[in-house]
């Protein structure tokens, strides 16, 4: 199999367990932890918090809360990691643009001499 065929596999694989995506943005989900900064108004939507996220250096992701979960307005959590994101409903999640950026230029090189051979070992499972 080609270096390109393996990364091919395993991103194919990675699918299969990840939330669905839409815009690197998942619905139904959130992050803990490394929240430096919390907003709310009432014209606060998922794309105004993420909007705020990228304008904001520090930022790496961010959480969009529904009026309903916070008792009042809804809310939009800057945090300053990419927390691993887990199932919440009534939240958005989402990545910077710049952290985001990254993560898909890396996606997109091909693997090193020195990763292949992890990559098949992966593959073939243990012996």
């Known amino acids: 199999m080609t270096a390109r065929g393996l990364v091919s596999v395993l991103v194919l694989a990675g699918l299969a367990v990840t939330p669905a995506v839409a ?3 998942l619905h139904g989900h959130a992050r803990r932890g490394a929240v430096y900064q919390t907003l709310a108004a009432d014209s606060l939507t998922p794309r105004a ?6 304008a904001d250096g520090t930022c790496q992701s961010w959480v969009w809360t529904r009026a309903e979960l916070t008792g ?7 945090l300053s990691a990419a927390p691993t994101p ?4 009534g ?11 990254r993560i898909d230029a890396a996606a997109e090189r091909p693997p090193s001499d020195r990763e292949i ?6 593959l073939d499972g243990p012996h």
Do not use: F, H, K, N
């Not at 009042?72 to 800057?78: D, K, N, R, V, W």
């Open 23 to 25: 815009d690197g943005v």
């Open 49 to 54: 918090c993420a909007a705020l996220c990228d």
């Open 117 to 122: 051979p992890a990559l098949r070992a992966t």
């Open 86 to 89: 887990y199932p919440a409903p």
């Open 91 to 101: 939240r958005v999640t989402g990545l910077s643009q710049a952290i985001a950026s």
């Open 72 to 78: 009042s307005e809804p809310a939009c959590s800057l």
